[in-house]
Structures are given as C-alpha cells and as structure tokens.
C-alpha cells in the first residue's frame, strides 16, 4: 500500500500507527524515512510531544509552588468559598 | 449522622479552601485564563464535589478527585463558550485544514527548522515560562485541546467526544497550536 504525505501526517498525528498492520507499519516508515518533508513533519511533532511532556512536570510544579509570586485566590474569594464549605458541613 | 461517618469531616471539607484553594485556582487560570472566570469554576467545583461527597470512596486523594471535576468543568465551560463564539473559526479550521495539502496529498509548504535549539531550551526554566505565555495566547479551544491531547496525554476519542469535535476538527486544532506555538516561541524564544 502506498500512502501520500497527507496520510502519513494524519496517521502520524492520530496516533493511529498501532493500529496499522505489519506491512502498512513498514510503508509507513519507510516513507518518513525517503521523504524529507514528512521526515521532518514527525520530527516536528516528536519534539513537541517532547516538549509537552516537559512542560507538564514543569505544571505540577507550578500548580504547587507556595511562592508569593504565583497567582493565588484573593482574600475576599477565600473567605466566600469558605462559607459555603461551612454552611455546607453546619447542614449535614 | 455520627463524625466518624460524617464525610465532611472524613475528607476534612473545612480545609479544602487553606489545602487545595490555590492550587486549584492556578488549574483553572491555565485551562481557562480569565481569573473570574477561573475563581468561579473554582466555587463550582466546590459545589459540585460537596453535592456528591456522599458517592467519593475515597481511593483517590481528595485533592486529585476535586482536580477531575475542576478539568470536566473546564472543559464544559470551553466547550459552551466556543459554541457561543468561535463557530464561524471552526469552519474557517475545516478549510485551512484542506489547504496543508494539495488534492493528491502532498503538502504545500515544507515545516521550517527550529530557529533555536529546542533540546538546549528544555534545560532553561526561562523557556517554561516563555511556552507557558505561548500556550495561554493561544485560542481557547485550541488551548484546551493542545493541553488535553498533548500535555496529559488523554486519548483521542474521550476528547473529541467531551468536546463534541470530529478527530479530524481535533488533528486540524493539534496543527494549527503547535504552528501558533512554534511562531510565538521563536519570537519570544530566540530574540531572548
């Protein structure tokens, strides 16, 4: 089978590859391999995937960083989500 | 009820805003940027978990339970916005996605080099904050995608069907933010 660029970056980018067969696989990397745009096009999107896994570590940190510069709820929207914990607890 | 089968006193409800309040807030400011909008989805999620506190088991920590239903409400406010807003973009996507190929498949332009090396980049935390800048310019719905698929890493299928977009919408969306992407931080990037 033969595959035109288009359908190698669909496949590429669905993440489809798993569910090819064996000599659809091969097709598939040979044609990354010869052609030099659909080569780079998976590099591209092999870094980002790099780059989004990188970044979602990078996330978890920020979502738990107890620095006064990270954004933080402000006094008066504490105090109003409070109450409602409170008055949720009073009435159970 | 007694206290000890009391969940609001089990799962420490009193605490939620002092424990996770935070936390939870800058979940929300990254999903859905507008930090009203973020405090609010915030209050929600409070509510809703308050609602079903009854039905939690317990296996998870409490703060990753409020986290899920914090990104499904997120995700529920993106998706009733972009309704709202952005149908007109999402035709103007289908179309720019039949012109990344001419009609016998083969691309119209060639993917340009970095302008930086990426892999350097990765070890400067400078670069985390100028990607985390690009990932908020982003258009909401592309943003949400762009996170939901690249960075947690959720499959195809659960986002198109929460989302109500086709694969196709989302392999369009999944361009066009890492082509958004790849503009912004090389601007930002390398004329640091």
Known sequence: ?92 | MSEKEDPHVKYETHLWVEKYGDYLYRFALMRLRDPQVAEDTVQETFLAALKNLHQFDGRVDVKYWLRGILRNKSVDYVRKSVRRKELQDEQVQEVVGQLLFKTSGIPTTRPKDWAFDPDAAFAQEEFWAAFQACLQALPEQTRLVFQLKMVDEESTEEICKEMDITDNYLWVTLHRARAQLKTCLESKWSAA
């Open chain 1, 1 to 92: 089978m033969f595959f035109t660029c288009k359908q190698v970056s669909n496949q590429l980018s669905k993440e489809d590859y798993e569910k090819l067969s064996p000599l659809d696989k091969f097709t598939l990397k040979f044609h990354v391999w010869i052609c030099p745009i659909c080569g780079k096009y998976n590099q591209q999107v092999m870094k980002f995937q790099d780059m989004a896994r990188n970044f979602r570590l990078k996330q978890e940190e920020y979502l738990e960083s107890d620095s006064p510069e990270s954004p933080h709820l402000d006094e008066k929207a504490k105090k109003r989500l409070q109450d409602i914990l409170d008055q949720d607890k009073k009435a159970s």
